[in-house]
């Protein structure tokens, strides 16, 4: 039999031959080629498809409902912080405690709230009675007339103070009763009692006071000492107070320092008096003050 085979190989047909010599060296040779493929040219062909799909499959669009939810970049959008400080257009003060609202009208939320004195950012924007101001980056509306400049808050300020100075000019002299009471005005006549209240309004420091007493003025209530104790620096201006507004209090004569000034002989002005033996006695401790009684104007 062997040799049968070995016969009939040698008769074999020369193509079939050659077919058999090749199958072998055409498997030897695709493996060859893939192994270069995969040297050369990146992962192999399953990976690759793996990820284009994965590309593929993120490039897809969203279905049509997706779609339809997508807010519009031409839709009307409430400002972001950013873009309402870009509004600004410079800044006051709050006069009073205010509520900050999220519209320009009453019946709209009330946020939160500021101080009397905070400072707050505006844009500039009035709607009727509300303003509208930037507080944390977003807009709130207040009530206009309650935020101030600097400039407008001084001015207000010194209207007040100039209106409370001519309201207190205006006031009459010696009519507010005393801070320290009005025991010592018992038995005094009503000009008297206006030097009283006078003096102690203008010159607080003053704390004792001599009324009814004695002889001569003192003992018919129209008469008082000034007593300055440690305040013998405002002897003079009291003094003075009292001959400046001599007509409006009703005052008749000034004795201070062992010098006397009289209504009477005004225009002598001061005159000395004569020693009489203690600093008491010569006024050097005390303004005394006599009165007409119930002549003054005020």
Known sequence: MASLRHKHSLHEPWHQSIARVALPCGGVLALVVASWAVAFNGPDPVNASS???????????????????????????????????????????????????????????????????????????????????????????????????????????????AQQAKAEANKPLGGTPCASGSGMESGLQPDTIRVHRAVCAQFPQILSYGGVGGGGDHATGQAIDIMLGSNTASGDAIAAFAMKNARELGVSQVIYRQRIWTVQRAGDGWRPMSDRGSPTANHMDHVHVSTYGNSGSS
């Open 51 to 161: 990820s284009a799909n994965s590309s593929i499959k993120y490039a897809v669009p969203a279905d049509a409902s997706d779609l339809a939810s997508t807010t519009s970049r031409s839709d009307v959008r409430p400002p972001l912080p950013d873009e309402a400080e870009q509004d600004v257009t410079g800044a006051k003060y709050a006069i009073e405690t205010l509520d900050l609202h999220a519209g320009p009208y009453q019946s709209s939320p009330v946020l939160t709230e500021i101080k009397s004195g905070e400072k707050v950012d505006v844009t500039g924007k009035i709607d009727g009675k509300w303003a509208e101001i930037v507080h944390k980056g977003a807009p709130r509306w207040v009530t206009a007339k309650f935020i101030k400049t600097k400039a407008q808050i001084a001015a207000q300020e010194k209207a007040k103070k």
